[in-house]
């Protein structure tokens, strides 16, 4: 069984792409020249803020395109390209005074803060490889002291990823790992309940398996992804949690002024003051893009109003104390106390019009999918370079909005019980006359620019007949020309690896890892019997009874598993009548679940005592489901 979380190696890219790919059509083209007359391309402010502070670059991937010698192909949305440009210069760079950031090395940047007695590392970027590399970047250029501490200031991967190599450089292994409370739960549901369909959600978002260029890859909107995209990451266990709204706390003789934003941008998150350096850390609440309120990937829907409220109390309790520099996760920082509180209330601001608009829009009846094609942003808003669609969009975040409150249901009775795509594709095609009949109007539709409507109909003719090749096709280029256009780096990269599927089919999966990853073995037993009990198959367990409890040596914990009723429940204490016992340490009853171990060589190592009817637990490992298997998204 593989279980994957989304930053991990599926993230391996496909060298060539194929021949087939298309050129901009004039449609396209018109798009970008819109984008050109509406925005302000004169406006150089960001590349100066992206530059400050310059020590020593990094070259990437994206910088041997020489993107920022170069105006707009024609296969990229000209607002994207500028954002590639500002995302491609990488490197160290000094914030203030003994604040230094790591940019383009990882999806997420690295923070460096000197303390009294070393380094302070915040967020320590996606993966092992990429950790080491930035913070070798820093000791190149600054004194080499050792890392007194680390902060991670919220839940998702990329934040964390590379904690297990700072810690190598730490004199003290039990240095403070200081995280907002829950952190470990919400890490750990996050990346692997939903390990598998995350994490092939996330391929399309991030374009893994597309080639760099002007047709392909160029950006994620929030960072570089090449550190990330096939290093392994290291979880460790955080040593101190921030439960309080708003605590003061010193590390290593610098004093941090923390604020929790919980049910923001990620399930737990905080902001905080670095008093002695007058510098404000915001992680992911406030970025030089529009974020996304729902995430294409697939996750929880974001409380905007919490996101709101976090960016407005961060105001109110920073606004009126000295600040220098607003330090972002995703981006540049901002210098200077005015510019910095007024990006923060456009940010803010941006958010609540989402919301607020949407709901007003959803009390006067109209549908999800009207109330995206209605809602424009305020030039005010909408104007501000920081608050472009690089990452999310008006339309997918105004469906998340609707979707957060209402649910997937659009209130219609014809939608309370649709066909399934397949089912549907087959009925469409046949009301529509054919396959042959519908990919000949499409193409009508194709070349008047319709591809929004040629996306949505071919749809149906794939589903219905996958083996289509023209229809495929059809579809492929379509998808081109709407990742052409689209600002949003996430739009663009779906678009085109749908694109690149179509054309090539589903790519072999990486052999399953044999060892199984460390943040899997670091679960709590509790959070491990959730991972079991959505393995199970139902349908194969009906009718099936089996108690097994299990003591942990390594922890001195004893559980209790039930499966009854197609259903696995788990109690705190030994069941006085079970079918099977089982004697073992936690990493080994992990194994043998998760398929990676032997139940006889378990017994044979001496790793397992196991009492009771073996015939039942291996019963009982037999409805467990793997999620080894290709998962297809353009194609039934």
């Known amino acids: 069984m593989r279980l994957n979380s989304y930053p991990k190696k599926h993230f391996r890219r496909i060298v060539k792409m194929t021949s087939q790919s298309t050129d901009a059509t004039s449609f396209t083209k018109d798009v970008h020249e819109k984008f050109m007359e509406y925005l302000n391309f004169e406006d150089k402010q960001d590349f100066e803020d992206a530059d400050r502070g310059l020590i020593a670059s990094y070259e990437n991937r994206i910088e041997n395109l020489n993107v920022n010698d170069r105006t707009s192909p024609e296969t990229v949305n000209p607002s994207l390209w500028r954002n590639v440009q500002l995302q491609a210069k990488s490197g160290l760079f000094k914030v203030v005074d003994g604040i230094y950031q790591v940019r383009g090395l990882s999806i997420a940047t690295t923070v460096f803060v000197e303390g009294k007695n070393g380094v302070i590392v915040i967020d320590t970027s996606s993966g092992l490889r990429t950790a080491k590399e930035a913070i070798e970047l820093y000791y190149n250029h600054r004194p080499k002291k050792p890392v007194t501490a680390i902060i991670i200031s919220q839940s998702h991967a990329d934040h964390y990823g590379g904690t297990k190599a700072i810690l190598e450089y730490a004199e003290d292994p039990n240095i403070p790992i200081i995280v907002p409370e829950h952190f470990a739960k919400e890490a750990f549901s996050e990346n692997v309940l939903l390990g598998p369909i995350m994490g092939r959600r996330a391929v399309y978002q991030f374009g893994h398996g597309l080639p760099v260029g002007d047709k392909g890859f160029l950006s994620t909107g929030i960072g570089s992804i090449f550190g990330s995209s096939s290093a392994p990451y290291g979880f460790e266990m955080p040593t101190i949690e921030i439960k309080n709204e708003f605590e003061t706390m010193e590390v290593d003789g610098v004093t941090f002024q923390f604020l929790l934003a919980p049910n923001t941008e990620a399930p737990v998150e905080m902001h905080f003051y670095i008093q002695d350096y007058k510098a404000l850390f915001v992680s992911e609440n406030a970025n030089k893009t529009m974020h996304q309120i729902y995430t294409i990937r697939g996750a929880k829907t974001r409380d905007t109003l919490e996101w ?150 071919l749809k149906h003719v794939v589903m219905a007949d996958p083996n289509n090749t023209e229809a495929k096709n059809l579809l492929a280029d379509t998808y081109e020309q709407l990742g ?153």
């Not at 995703?330 to 949407?358: C, F, M, N, S």
């Not at 995206?372 to 370079?385: F, H, N, Q, R, T």
């Not at 079991?532 to 409890?549: D, H, M, Q, S, Y």
């Not at 788990?570 to 079970?578: E, F």
């Open 308 to 457: 709101v409220k976090a960016i407005d109390k961060t105001i109110d309790l920073f606004g009126d104390k000295e600040l220098d520099a607003l330090i972002m996760i995703h981006a540049w920082p901002v210098w200077g106390k005015e510019r910095a509180i007024e990006h923060l209330k456009l940010q803010r601001d941006l958010y609540k019009y989402i919301h607020d608009q949407t709901v007003r829009l959803v009390n006067h009846g109209y549908t999800m999918e009207e109330i995206a094609e209605m809602l424009k942003l305020p030039d005010s808003l909408g104007k501000y370079w920081g608050n472009r669609e690089y990452y999310g969009t008006v339309k997918h975040n105004s469906k998340g909005v609707y979707n957060f409150y209402l649910g997937y249901y659009s209130g219609h009775p014809s939608d309370l019980d649709a066909l399934p795509q397949i089912e549907s594709g087959q009925k469409y095609l046949q009301y529509m006359g054919g396959a042959a009949n519908v990919i000949k109007q499409a193409k009508a539709d194709y070349e008047n620019g319709e591809y929004r409507w040629v996306a949505q109909v």
């Open 484 to 636: 052409y256009q689209a600002e949003s780096a996430n739009w663009r990269n779906t678009y085109l690896m749908g694109a690149l599927e179509l054309r090539n089919g589903l790519r072999k999966k990486a052999p399953a890892p044999k060892e199984m990853p460390e943040m899997v073995q670091r679960m709590p037993f509790d959070e491990f019997c959730k991972l079991l009990a959505v393995r199970l198959n139902g349908p194969k367990a009906e009718g099936v009874k089996i108690t097994i409890n299990v003591s942990l040596s390594d922890l001195e914990d004893q559980y209790t598993i039930y499966l009854e009723n197609s259903v696995l429940n788990k109690k705190n204490k030994l069941d006085v009548n079970p079918d099977v016992s089982l004697t073992t340490d936690k990493v080994t009853f992990y194994e043998i679940t998760a398929g990676g171990l032997d139940l006889d060589q378990a017994q044979a190592s001496d790793k397992l005592k196991l009492s009771g009817d073996e015939n039942k637990f291996n019963e009982f490992l037999a409805l467990l489901d793997n999620f080894d298997h290709p998962i297809n998204i353009v194609t039934p």
